[in-house]
């Protein structure tokens, strides 16, 4: 027989959108842990594409584009290729890319990102705009509908003229409360791994006045630090968060969490 894969006997509910957690979870099953799929996230498109079409047809007039996430990636070439807009003009924007995941979500739509700052978070995506000068440029941010506030104040704080339509928003399934309550309630959960603060924010809503007594025997594993953030706010507890802020690196982290 071989040896024990690292997360054998172990089971992580996995809350992210429905269309995202099959590629987690397979991170998580080669490495011989269960992975238990039940959203509190669901992606849906904008009330209206008109926002963001209109932005889109002028791409030319633009200087940067920020992309933000795989959805917003997905969403962005859904209108272009929509549209039939030519995809190269894209070539003479500066194509800025939050994370690995957006940049590599960005190769497979044959465009290849100029900037993908380490800190792949909003503070450190604007840190290296501002360390070029956006004085005077023309962005476009496709965005969540939920999407702090910081990146528009802070660009158009330095002189740039943002423009910032919704790509995407982010919906709570109500209808998968019952069956996340009934395995916390089990107990055979050693873990719910959390890729956004939409995911845990949406738990705690679904869970309700019982969600401290459900959660008390699970440990909590967040992809970053905005995750991590509003795990503490709402008062609890983080116990492991990677150093790099991918599910690649939270699975690997979760590898060394059980093999101590």
């Known amino acids: 027989m071989g040896a024990e894969q690292p997360l054998s006997g172990h089971r992580f509910l996995v809350p992210r959108a429905q269309e995202q957690a099959a590629k987690f ?25 008109a926002p963001l079409d209109l932005a889109m047809r002028d791409l030319d007039e633009f200087d940067i584009l920020i992309l933000t996430s795989t959805n917003g990636v997905e969403a962005f070439f859904e209108r272009l290729f929509e549209n039939n807009q030519y995809i190269g003009v894209l070539t003479m924007l500066q194509v800025v890319a939050f994370g690995p995941k957006t940049a590599e979500a960005l190769r497979e739509n044959r465009i290849r990102p100029n900037l993908v700052p380490e800190d792949h978070r909003a503070e450190g995506v604007v840190a290296e705009l501002l360390k070029q000068g956006v004085a005077g440029k023309r962005i476009l941010y496709p965005r ?9 104040e802070q660009l158009t704080a330095a002189g740039a003229e943002v423009v910032a339509p919704i790509a995407y928003r982010t919906l709570m399934p109500e209808e998968n409360a019952t069956q996340i309550r009934a395995e916390l309630a089990d107990g055979k959960l050693d873990a719910i791994c959390l ?15 019982d969600a401290r007594e459900l959660l008390a025997g699970t440990r909590l594993f967040s992809i970053g630090p905005q995750t991590s953030e509003a795990i503490r706010t709402q008062g609890y507890q983080v116990d492991l968060e990677p150093e790099r802020w991918t599910l690649d690196s939270l699975v690997q982290a979760m590898v060394g969490y059980y093999s101590k």
Request: glycine letters at 6%; one cysteine or more; charged letters at 10%.
């Open 25 to 49: 979870a397979a991170l998580i099953e080669a490495q011989g842990g269960e992975a238990v799929c039940i959203p509190t996230i669901e992606i849906v498109p904008p009330v209206s594409w």
């Open 195 to 209: 890729s956004s603060p939409s995911t845990f924010n949406n738990l705690l809503e679904m869970l309700g006045a």
């Open 144 to 152: 969540a509908e939920l999407a702090r506030p910081y990146i528009i």
